[in-house]
């Protein structure tokens, strides 16, 4: 008897113990937290590059990561910019996405940017210096990071072959514009060598290759030795391709060398509304001074995200049109959101056709619906001009049998 009860104790006491050590675990991790918390300044904020000193072969550009540290207890909102750079090279601070001109950084967190450096062809063996510096909007932080990049000559296995270069790497336009990119086709082999030419685009997307100022779409093409061509590499976006980065490789090969370049297209995307009725009609039927309510559906056919989608309404004087919901906060690509319209005709509105137009706006992309409204008289009065009609054919019968009678 002894051994059943015991089993029956051991589930729940088992559970018991293991949200005891749970509770204390939690409770001392978040008391930790706390102390530390407490322990670090109102303001503390530091920067610092990932290489402050580096050695790099000529004609190699440079990309790491600048490090932002806020040791203390608030937020801090940090400009951040390239103060000095020697000529003949192109920097920038960005993210994977954005170039970066401010940041912020929450407390007790760590952030990063990403420091590029692009020498053009002019840059020598040498040392060449840059400083990055920072502040916070009101000054209480002052930061400066020294950068020293050596420049070393290059091999000469590494100078021969191909090399690829274009002073735009990233595009930017809307989903349906054509991006065009220029690309430098460089022959550093010693000898004549043709060049096949070929593209990685996303899937559907469509590419052409072409010379410089001329229409014709080529595969290859000749270089002399130590001689370079300019081509033109044109991409066309499929058509429902949404807003957001895609990675363009560009590749040239010969028989002894290949080479290739990364390029991006950035879709801003395009901006497009349809909106209509589940039967695509667009009239009804009401009766003076009572509400109608029509189901109205809203879709973005465009391939960006489209915000605050208002509605309105053009209507004849002292009619009332009303939508639910009154805004459509986000409406994301092929999305499709219902609003309820309710159109109620003034008490005193004539009894024929009426036109009401709504208007979806969202912005950047608007659609117009034209309703044609038809007014019908009150119900009542009918029931009222029914009673009328019944009382006198009543009245009418009995006079005449009354007259009968005599």
Known sequence: MKSSIGKYWIAPLSIFLLMFFVHTGHAA????????????PERLLTMALEYPGIEVAQGQSVSM????????????FVQVWVSAKPSGWRTRLKTDQYT???????????????????PDKSIRPGDYNFLIEAKTQDERFLLKQPLTIKVREADKATMRGLKLSTSYPILQAPSNMKFEFSIEVENKLGKDAIVNLSAQVPEGWEVNIKPSYEPKTISSLKIRANDSQTISLEVNPIKDARAGEYPIIFRAQTEDARSEIR???????TYSIEAGTATGLLSLEVNQGKKATVSIFVKNTGTATLKNVKFTAYKP??????????????LEPREIKQVEATITPADEALVGDYSVNIVADGDKAVKNLEFRVSVKASTTWGWIGLGIILVVIAGLTFMFRWIGRR
């Open 29 to 40: 991790e978040t008391k930790k937290k706390t102390v530390l918390s407490e322990d670090r």
């Open 65 to 76: 990561n600048l490090l932002f540290h806020n040791g203390g207890k608030t937020m801090e």
């Open 100 to 118: 970066v001109t401010g940041l912020s950084v929450p407390a007790g967190e760590d952030k990063s940017i990403i420091f590029e450096a692009e």
């Open 263 to 269: 390029l991006t297209c950035v879709l801003t995307g």
């Open 317 to 330: 004087e002292n009619w009332k049109v009303e939508f639910k919901p009154e805004v459509i906060p986000v």
